[in-house]
T-cell receptor, first 109, second 119 residues
Framework: KNEVEQSPQNLTAQEGEFITINCSYS?????LHWLQQHPGGGIVSLFM???GKKKHGRLIATINIQEKHSSLHITASHPRDSAVYIC???????????FGKGTKLSVKP | DTGVSQNPRHKITKRGQNVTFRCDPI?????LYWYRQTLGQGPEFLTY????????KSRLLSDRFSAERPKGSFSTLEIQRTEQGDSAMYLC?????????????????FGNGTRLTVT
């Protein structure tokens, strides 16, 4: 069993829909990252959080430390949101991020 | 802020050859990380540096892999005697860790990666 599990693996949505991507982890963590990866490989850090909720534009990330679960929400989705969204957790090691396999999101116009 | 730069973007090599990749982090960042990503998978940690010191290496990093960051700025990742299983995207990231947060709260900035194909 992977230490970081994401669901769903693939997600297709219509433009304007509200989207939720989930991340569950099994290890103790100090921080959780949500990352966005576009075709071609470039990765952008969206959020880093260790408790509560963060919001940036149409993106909202929440984390429940007790339940070892985080969600990434996208409101009013747009085709330009199409990308792979990756959850990663930082455990006891300062260097080692453990990544989920990613959720491939496709938003249709 | 010029971002994290990786070169080359693509590398095709024959099995058995050596390859070297370069990563230039954001200039004031003291932490530099290397990750490997295969198709359909999330990135996997390989190694990281704090300044010029290599502080951690993954078990994934076999003896054929070596990374350096000689002056605490750019880093190189060398793979000797490449195998087909080495084909992957090699990602570099950097961050600024302070003695207060020890790196736990520092966001990562990724480069666009070097895609290696071993034929």
């Amino acid at each position: 069993k992977n230490e970081v599990e994401q669901s769903p693996q693939n997600l297709t949505a219509q433009e304007g829909e509200f989207i939720t991507i989930n991340c569950s982890y099994s290890v103790g963590i100090s921080a959780l990252h949500w990352l966005q990866q576009h075709p071609g490989g470039g990765i952008v850090s969206l959020f880093m959080l260790s408790s509560g909720k963060k919001k940036h534009g149409r993106l909202i990330a929440t984390i429940n430390i007790q339940e070892k679960h985080s969600s990434l929400h996208i409101t009013a989705s747009h085709p330009r949101d199409s990308a792979v969204y990756i959850c990663a957790v930082r455990g006891g090691s300062q260097g080692n991020l453990i990544f989920g396999k990613g959720t491939k999101l496709s938003v249709k116009p | 802020d010029t971002g994290v730069s990786q070169n080359p973007r693509h590398k095709i090599t024959k099995r058995g050859q050596n390859v070297t990749f370069r990563c230039d982090p954001i200039s004031e960042h003291n932490r530099l990380y290397w990750y490997r990503q295969t198709l359909g998978q999330g990135p996997e940690f390989l190694t990281y540096f704090q300044n010029e010191a290599q502080l951690e290496k993954s078990r994934l990093l076999s003896d054929r892999f070596s990374a350096e960051r000689p002056k605490g700025s750019f880093s190189t990742l060398e793979i000797q005697r490449t195998e087909q299983g080495d084909s992957a995207m090699y990602l570099c990231a950097s961050s600024l860790a302070t003695r207060w947060d020890r790196g736990y709260n520092s966001p990562l900035h990724f480069g666009n990666g070097t895609r290696l194909t071993v034929t």
